[in-house]
């Protein structure tokens, strides 16, 4: 049976056909058991990382290396060893996604995994060393989490295409802009524009961490040494062919949503002009009358309407039909469909 080995707060060893007496990890000594397969640390300190390095011959690579961008950092093969790092995400105390880094120290029996956050399929991996026999090497268990994070990084793009389908229901047949209240239409509109910008930023994070995935799982299974089995390498190409599936999936699910943003800005558009177009009514609508009130407001001594007996009905007559045709040119013009 394999059993786990606990070496402190921050590190943890997973062994294989091995049952350390102890938890003390400061009696195991200088050298490293051969049943030993994988170190995890997370968040481990300076003290433990030292330790981790003295035991196993590496080097320990630090938070602001694994967050580097370039692939030359990211991608190394060093005497033998390989140093890797990708993106993973996690949840906050708010439950919103965030972007952690993840490294991988893999030789040719031992595999070390750096990491600042607690990742559920790390655990799930970690359950499987005591009766997956087909977990018998760093190498193999450095598949199985890429294999675990493709399955993770696949059910929620699965997830976040439901919610773009649902979302663009709403859109497109739900009634956007079909309202009578301007104030409701507009908050519906906002509330779009905010679940398009979340799934989009998620949908961003999971790009992220598909594709350093597929950089990872590539740049191992190229590098050519003889410890990496074959069986490894058709895993790690498996990988890679995920990988490039599952960005055809997401590149359609951007499109998508770069749709719909592109069709709430529209009707945010539309609306905007509905109120122009009320507005551009209501000032033509009141100049006539205002024009009208305005002359036979002026006093003069020779206007010949005050003499008339008509003369201030007749003035209402036309201030009211001086606004009313307008509106019934605007009627006729389509302004009102």
């Known amino acids: 049976m394999r059993a786990l080995l606990c070496a402190g707060y921050g590190v943890r060893f997973l062994l294989k056909l091995y049952r350390w007496p102890s938890d ?6 200088a050298e490293m058991p051969s049943e030993i397969i994988w170190a995890d640390l997370l968040d481990a300190t300076a003290k433990e990382k030292q330790f ?19 692939a030359s950092s990211r991608l190394i093969f060093d005497h033998g060893t390989l140093y890797l790092s990708a993106p993973a995400v996690r949840l906050n105390e708010d439950n919103e996604a965030e972007i952690t880094p993840v490294g991988f120290v893999i030789g040719p029996h031992v595999l070390v995994t750096v990491r600042f956050a ?4 790390f655990d799930d991996v970690g359950k499987r060393i005591g009766s997956d026999d087909s977990l018998e090497n760093g190498m193999c268990v450095f598949t199985s989490l890429l294999e675990a994070m493709i399955d993770r990084g696949a059910d929620v793009l699965e997830h976040l295409g439901a919610k773009v389908d649902l979302l663009s229901r709403g859109v497109f047949k739900g009634g956007l802009v079909r309202t009578k209240r301007p104030v409701r239409s507009s908050r519906r509109m906002h509330e779009a524009l905010e679940n398009i910008g979340e799934l989009a930023d998620r949908l961003t994070k999971a790009r992220d961490v598909l594709l350093g995935v597929g950089r990872i799982a590539s740049f191992a299974g190229d590098v050519g040494s003889e410890w990496i089995t074959a069986g490894s390498k ?21 499109d998508k949503i770069q749709l719909l943003l592109d069709a709430v800005l529209g009707f945010i558009n539309i609306q905007q002009n509905e109120l122009f177009k009320v507005l551009t009514i209501v000032s033509v609508v009141g100049v006539p009358p205002t024009i009208l009130v305005g002359i036979w407001g002026m006093n003069f001594k020779n206007m010949p309407e005050l003499s008339w007996t008509f003369g201030y009905p007749l003035a209402l007559l036309a201030i009211i039909a001086s606004g009313v045709l307008p509106l019934v040119w605007f009627k006729r013009r389509g302004w009102f469909d």
């Open 52 to 70: 981790v390095e003295r035991l196993l011959k590496i080097r320990i690579p630090s938070a602001e290396s694994l967050s580097e961008i370039e």
């Open 234 to 254: 058709k895993r790690l190409d498996a990988v890679s062919k995920d990988v490039v599936s599952l960005s055809d999936y997401e590149t359609r699910l951007s």
């Open 118 to 121: 607690q990742l559920p399929i």
């Open 24 to 29: 003390d990890w400061q009696g195991i000594g």
